[in-house]
Structure formats: C-alpha cells, structure tokens
C-alpha cells in the first residue's frame, strides 16, 4: 500500500463544468478583509498560514483565468440573495457576449 503524500492540486479546470467557476471561501481561513482576524494565540503562525492560503486562492485563480474561465468570489458572510444577483448578472453577461457572435455554418 503506496501512504506516500501527494501534492493538492491547485485548482482543477478540467473538472469544472460550463465556463465559469463559483467560489465561497470560509472569512476565518481565507483572510476576509472585514471580517477575518488572526488568533490572539500563536499569531505568528496564524499569520503566515493564513498569508499562504490567500496566496494559493490567488494561484489558484490563475490557473482558471489563464484559459479563460471566470471566477467569481464571494465571502461566506455575503447575503446570498446578494450573491445570486451578481451570479446571474454575470451569466447575462456571458449571454449578451454570446448573442453578439455570429455562425455561419459551412455549406
């Protein structure tokens, strides 16, 4: 039996579907910049792991955005009617791109 660790991916473009990728990181583990706050114990531990997990936010972000997805962040504190409005905004946004191509089928 192979107990070896292996490394997290970072994000996993392949396994998503459509073309956009939705995002609800945790305040506390994800660095919210109202609401997120370091431990009183250990703070400098804290800090750094907590500075290291919005950096993999970021790279993981960037491996989405690079071939074009979009993602969209929210905060878990964010009122979910809020987030489902800007959800679908920007699906009409996706839409309206969309219409603005034209077909034209090969003969």
Known sequence: MDVRPRPRPEARPERARGEGDGVLPGCFWH???SCGHLPKAN????AAKLA???ARDR???AVLTD???RVLRFWEHED?????DAICAE???IRAVQSDVSVVPRA
């Not at 703070?43 to 804290?46: F, H, K, Q, T």
């Open 31 to 33: 660095g919210c910049p």
């Open 43 to 46: 703070r400098g531990w804290w």
């Open 52 to 54: 290291a997990n919005t």
């Open 59 to 61: 790279r993981a972000d």
């Open 67 to 69: 071939p074009g997805w």
């Open 80 to 84: 979910p009617d809020d987030v489902a």
């Open 91 to 93: 699906l009409g946004r």
